[in-house]
């Protein structure tokens, strides 16, 4: 009788874990998200839309990653989308002179040096994220005109699509190269010394110094990460569009923050994961594509991704509540 009776009240402690797990309670509602849109348009669930949602999703996953490690810190980014516009000028540039290989690391390098160049504003110098970062998307917007000559570049090399149309067990090659970030930045973040670092300063970077962490380095890197993956995202898009825009990534910061938020990160820093993130990610291409299907005016989808924004926003201040009174 009192093994049945332990049995019994060890059964809500875990449901109500497992109900706290923020991993599960994004994966529910994604859940909840495709059975509710699987009802609003039967194309939704084709093989065909399953794969065009995975496509969709490769841009603003991979810069999502790198708006987290800035998150989990307590900063903020809003010139990723200035980066991955000025980097793929700079790669269709490189393009026209250099072979594939070595123009897409530099480029690459090129977003890691914009976001080292923010985060030592911030880190070493004790400038405002948000303040910083919109310096740097501004002259970024800039500089991509000024490089592109205000104009499109086409007649990128051939070969270069095959970095998204290639396939491997049918899988498309972008879309393998999401999941393997995604799992390698899991990776870093549960199971490395980097990645717990990252955490402390989120949570508190005067006590993560205390701690004898080294603070400084990594407030610094999740911006140059950030930057790289910009690149890295522009170099997907280049390879689908073969041409270079210097207003592509408008307002991709946006889509990236609000990926982030949706996935239970805190703007405060310190609490967050990669699979949240990879779920918000989710959640949001659902919806713009669902809202595609049913034909609703493009103009009414900022609409709605803003309003899930606020709701994830408010959604967390509940949470917290609640578990501070528990």
Request: hydrophobic fraction near 55%.
């Amino acid at each position: 009788m009192v093994d049945s009776a332990s049995s019994q009240s060890r059964l809500p402690s875990i449901t109500g874990k497992i109900l706290r797990s923020l991993e599960i309670r994004m994966l529910g509602l994604a859940l909840l998200l495709a059975i509710v849109l699987s009802f609003s348009s039967p194309f939704f669930l084709t093989e065909r839309n399953i794969f065009n949602i995975l496509d969709q999703s490769v841009v603003i996953g991979i810069v999502a990653v790198g708006m987290t490690f800035v998150i989990l810190t307590g900063g903020i980014d809003l010139s990723v989308g200035a980066v991955f516009g000025l980097t793929g000028v700079i790669l269709a540039q490189a393009l026209q002179i250099m072979p594939i290989p070595v123009a897409i690391p530099l480029a690459v390098l090129a977003g890691a040096g914009i976001g080292l160049f923010s985060g030592v504003l911030i880190a070493v110098f004790g400038l405002a994220p948000f303040v910083v970062t919109l310096g740097v998307m501004a002259i970024g917007r800039s500089l991509s005109f000024i490089f592109s000559g205000q104009r499109s570049i086409s007649g990128l090399p051939p070969d270069l699509e095959a970095i998204v149309y290639s396939t491997f067990l049918g899988i498309p090659a972008n879309v393998l190269f999401l999941i393997c970030l995604y799992l390698l930045a899991w990776g870093y973040l549960t199971y490395t010394k980097g990645g717990r670092t990252i955490y402390a300063i989120g949570s508190n970077i005067e006590a993560a110094r205390a701690a004898g962490l080294p603070t400084l380095s990594y407030s610094i890197m999740p911006y140059v990460v950030s930057g790289a993956l910009a690149a890295v995202a522009v170099t997907f898009s280049l390879a689908q569009i073969m041409s270079a825009d210097p207003l592509a990534g408008n307002q991709l910061e946006l889509d990236a923050i609000a990926a982030v938020v949706i996935g239970g990160a805190s703007l405060y820093g310190g609490r967050g994961s990669i699979i949240g993130t990879l779920l918000g990610v989710l959640i949001m291409v659902m919806i713009r594509n669902g809202l595609n299907l049913m034909g609703v005016s493009p103009f009414w989808q900022g609409t709605a991704i803003g309003s899930i924004i606020i709701l994830a926003l408010l959604a967390e201040r509940l949470i917290n509540w609640r578990s501070n009174r528990s």
